[in-house]
């Protein structure tokens, strides 16, 4: 039996998974946005990750904190169209995105919705009442997004090879892999 995993071999069906965007599905771009379809490429596997999930998850959720659009660099219109073309692309290889939040805000404005604040998974436990944080899964490649995911009591995983950051922040971090595919191919073997 594999013991290196302890908290994903909980993992059933009626957990929920909540997956940041940029830099955990997408390219994140340095010091810009993605402002349009063209401009949003997937890392590596992650559309046939996200079938992996499907079969995991009753719920899969993106957070995504976009404060281009606070900024007036771009429009919730072209961050839907975004999403709707995203969605659509893990839809054609069986995977399933079930919502996707967006917290528009600058990261002046302290909204309650900005991550690390825990107003988008607060919002998706509204809107799908079956979600228990503590049966939850959150994935990213940021500090806030750790703190997002411990300040709800969520297993936290943190994507990247950044050895620093995890060290420095043990306590946030529950499991680091080095991208989607990699945690997908783990769910699968343990
Ligand atoms: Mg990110």
Redesign the pocket.
């Given at each position: 039996m594999n013991t290196l995993y302890p908290k994903l071999k909980k993992i059933n069906r009626n957990w929920s998974l909540f997956l940041?965007?940029?830099?955990?599905i997408n390219v994140?771009l340095i010091d810009d946005y993605v402002k349009n379809r063209e401009a949003f490429v997937f890392l590596p596997n992650v559309r046939e990750s996200c079938a992996v999930f499907s079969d995991f998850f009753d719920r899969i959720f993106v957070v995504t904190n976009q404060q281009g659009v606070g900024k007036g660099l771009m429009s919730m219109e072209q961050v839907n169209d975004i999403h709707q073309f995203m969605v659509e692309e893990i839809e054609k290889v069986g995977g399933r995105i079930d919502r996707v939040y967006v917290a528009p805000y600058l990261q002046s404005d302290n909204n309650i919705m900005r991550k690390p604040s825990p107003g988008m998974a607060l919002k998706a436990k509204k809107e799908f009442s079956e979600v228990q944080f503590k049966q939850s899964v959150m994935v990213?490649?940021?500090i806030s997004?750790m703190q997002f995911g411990k300040r709800l009591g969520m297993v936290t995983i943190f994507l990247g090879n950044d050895v620093n950051q995890c060290r420095d922040n043990n306590e946030l971090i529950d499991y680091s892999f080095s991208d989607l595919w990699s945690f997908a191919q783990t769910l699968l073997t343990i």
């Open positions: 940041d965007r940029d830099g955990v994140r990213g490649d940021s997004d």
